[in-house]
């Protein structure tokens, strides 16, 4: 139990060109969602909290504009990054869960490569 | 300000042996600490966690002991196999579930055969 699946696993893009990623909690209504951005070796690094029906709140010098965030569903959140550059280019995972006192549950990432 | 702190950086051991993967937190308001274990290309999943009100739980191979006095928590890996191999996070989060995770720097094991 308790799957989040993340989507597309993998994107090569342009400059410029604005990319969508899809988490989906699969067997359960997730009341809040985490956005993170991993850098190759090294930890993950929160960019926001998503809670469903809410606005996303960006943890500090995470662009809002640069990263939207929607969790329009109990199931749905996606991370739009819009008008992507090179130095966009990290792997984002996000995570899931249903409510306090329950762990969060993370999808397997999106790698994101701006050429 | 790194909240939680990990070490070893990196762990190499035999198979067979008991890596132990240490983690000190500053924020006394944390209540939750779990450890993750990823693979390369893939998410972190989710081994073991523990609150502070006991000081050791144990879920098949791995084990976390807690000391709330000293901020200290460590994983241990009994019995470590090469499928073991893997980059271990701990974490801290207050109330768990809907706040943040804070996770340490991470550490990369390589378990030989």
């Known amino acids: 139990g308790a799957v989040v699946s993340q989507h597309p696993s993998r994107v090569i893009c342009k400059s410029g060109t604005s990319v969508k990623i899809e988490c989906r909690s699969l067997d359960f209504q997730a009341t809040t969602m985490f956005w993170y951005r991993q850098f190759p070796k090294q930890s993950l690094m929160l960019m926001a909290t998503s809670n469903e029906g809410s606005k996303a709140t960006y943890e500090q010098g995470v662009e809002k504009d640069k990263f939207l965030i929607n969790h329009a569903s109990l199931t749905l959140s996606t991370l739009t990054v819009t008008s992507a550059h090179p130095e966009d280019s990290s792997f984002y995972i996000c995570?899931?869960?249903?409510?306090?006192?329950?762990?969060?549950?993370f999808g397997d990432g999106t790698r994101l490569s701006i050429l | 300000q790194q909240q939680v702190k990990q070490s070893p950086q990196s762990l190499i051991v035999q198979k067979g042996g008991i890596p132990i993967i240490n983690c000190a937190y500053e924020n006394t308001a944390f209540d939750y600490f779990p450890w993750y274990q990823q693979f390369p290309g893939k998410g972190p999943a989710l081994l073991i966690a523990i609150r502070p009100d006991v000081s050791e739980k144990k879920e098949g191979r791995f084990t976390i002991s807690f000391n709330k006095s000293a901020k200290q928590f460590s994983l241990h890996i009994m019995d470590s196999q090469p499928g073991d191999s893997a980059t271990y996070f701990c974490a801290a989060s207050m109330n768990s579930g809907n706040t943040p995770l804070v996770f340490g720097k991470g550490t990369r094991l390589s378990v030989i055969a």
């Open positions: 995570s899931a869960t249903w409510g306090s006192n329950q762990p969060q549950h």
